[in-house]
């Protein structure tokens, strides 16, 4: 959008908190609270984004490395939202168009709502627009003061008296504003409240005494105008988004057995007919296909899951890829960078570590896979180690096709056992095992007969 210039407030403290992060660095269901508001803006396609930032700023800069369209103004000291947005004029002064102002701590915006904000605000060529909407409990929130239906005044909670303390229409933090008188006017405010700040939300005010026109949009969707300022509004923010998530899977075809007890991020992506049961969390960028199984208790990190995929109770899955017909756990455990392919099964207390399985490869018991490369259809024994470390260095160990590996064996890396070969159980491999052959390291059997017969006789002699 042409003339459009977009403004993030993030610079407060956000005291409630009580925490050594910024606010918005917190996450709302899985995710950075200050991502979703960027991720509401960056589609308005504006001319520019400025995140005023100040209290821990560095670590908030850090969050945007993969963002390099943000600039910044920094506000020091913290002197309110008014004194936070002139921070912007640096940038923005002596541009024209739209300023939207948005706030850093109210993630759950809809771009709705801020077209139709966007749309009423030039329509009527208002001076400033503020984003209102009626809630159950106002407290805390500037309430919204009309007279003759008209918007004279916003009081925030701590300066309101307590009629106006009734008031249910609420300031959103969420405004538009004409860019050309904003800054003059910002310059303007003063600080005689009770937090002794400058309250960007005695512009309106300022602008009736100058006769220049304020609007209030109000929306009907409360829920989406949350401002998080504690750690209780931070869960109430992250169960709605979950909760809309569930909702469009399930209404996709994704079977979700108790949605209170399913934690699926933002980004994830299921297929048809897939069914989850209690207690599952499902991050980041995790797709899964579709006809899969997820049982209780399981961990899903940034993987990829192809169809028809089974994964049985208590499993943690972290950056890895499971091709399609694939069988894990219980209880297995896959640490980053695994690749199984197709109809791989790996059963129960199998760790994995950056290791490719080959297809129709199994590795059903009690094992350790590290630094592997396997190939198709071999049969790992239960108790197999890869011993990839050697206390310096990790080195590969290579598994090729058809290999048969006995239980209890040690692969003591690198080395290579070939196709088709048997390692022997019990056996420690420290020598590549050719294609087609038997390694076994453990020595003769000895056998020492009535040997318990022998030790009674001591011990009663
Ligand atoms: C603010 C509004 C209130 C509204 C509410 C909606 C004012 C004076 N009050 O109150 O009317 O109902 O939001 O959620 O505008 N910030 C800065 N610098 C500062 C102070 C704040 O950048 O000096 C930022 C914060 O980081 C936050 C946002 O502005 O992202 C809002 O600040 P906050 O202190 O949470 O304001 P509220 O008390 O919630
Ligand atoms: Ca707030």
Redesign the pocket.
């Known amino acids: 959008m042409a003339n459009l210039h977009v403004v993030i ?4 403290k ?1 005291t409630r908190m009580k925490s050594a992060l910024p ?2 660095l917190h996450h709302v269901a899985g995710k950075p609270m200050i991502y979703y508001v960027l991720q509401l803006a960056e589609p308005l396609k504006p001319s520019s984004i400025t995140l ?1 930032v ?1 209290h821990m700023k560095e670590a908030i800069r850090q969050a945007m490395v993969s963002r390099p369209q943000v600039q910044f103004a920094v ?1 020091e000291p ?7 947005l002139l921070q912007a004029s640096g940038l923005l002064e002596g541009k024209s168009g739209t300023l939207l102002l948005l ?4 993630p759950l915006l809809k771009r709705h709502t801020l077209q139709r904000l966007i749309a009423h605000h030039q329509d009527t060529g208002a001076a400033a627009t503020v984003l209102t909407t009626i809630v159950p409990q106002p407290y ?3 309430r919204i003061v009309r007279e003759q239906g008209q918007i004279a005044r ?1 009081v ?1 909670e701590r300066d309101a008296s307590p009629e106006e303390r009734q008031i249910a229409e ?4 969420v405004w538009a504003f004409d860019i050309a008188p904003l800054f003059a006017a910002l310059r303007g405010l003063a600080a005689a409240n009770a937090q002794g ?1 400058y ?3 005695d512009l309106v005010s300022t602008y009736r005494r100058q006769n220049r026109r304020v609007e209030a949009v109000v929306s009907d969707e409360p829920d989406q ?1 949350r ?1 998080i ?1 504690s750690r209780i509004e931070l869960a109430e923010a992250s169960r709605i988004v979950r909760q809309k998530k569930n909702e469009e899977l399930m209404a996709a075809g994704v079977t979700i057995e108790d949605p209170a007890t399913t934690y699926i991020d933002d980004e994830v992506t299921i297929g048809t007919d897939t069914v989850i049961h209690p207690g599952v969390y499902l991050e980041g960028r995790t797709s899964v296909g579709t006809a899969c199984e997820i049982h209780s208790g399981v961990r899903i990190v940034n993987s990829t899951l192809g169809d028809r995929v089974v994964i049985q109770n208590y499993c943690v899955i972290n950056s890895s890829r499971l091709g399609s017909g694939v069988i894990l756990g219980p209880f297995a455990h896959l640490r980053p960078d695994n690749d199984l392919r197709d109809s791989v099964h790996i059963g129960n207390f199998v760790e994995l570590k950056k290791s490719t399985i080959g297809a129709g490869t199994k590795a059903g018991h009690l094992s350790y896979l590290g630094d592997a490369i396997v190939g198709e259809n071999v049969n790992i024994g239960a108790g197999t180690i890869t011993c990839n470390y050697d206390g310096e260095r990790k080195h590969q160990t290579t598994i090729e096709d058809g290999a048969f590996i006995g239980s209890d064996s040690q692969l003591v890396a690198p080395v290579t056992v070939g196709r088709d070969a048997y390692v022997g159980s019990g056996t420690t491999v420290r020598e590549n095992v050719p294609a087609g052959g038997l390694a076994v390291s453990a020595g003769k059997q000895r056998n020492i007969e009535g040997w318990k017969a022998g030790k009674k006789a001591k011990v009663q002699g």
């Open positions: 407030l993030a610079a407060g956000g606010k918005v005023v100040g506000q913290q002197l309110g939202t008014g004194h936070a706030s850093g701590d109210v805390g929130y500037g916003i925030e609420v300031n959103t933090g700040e309250y960007l939300t105008m401002g300022n």
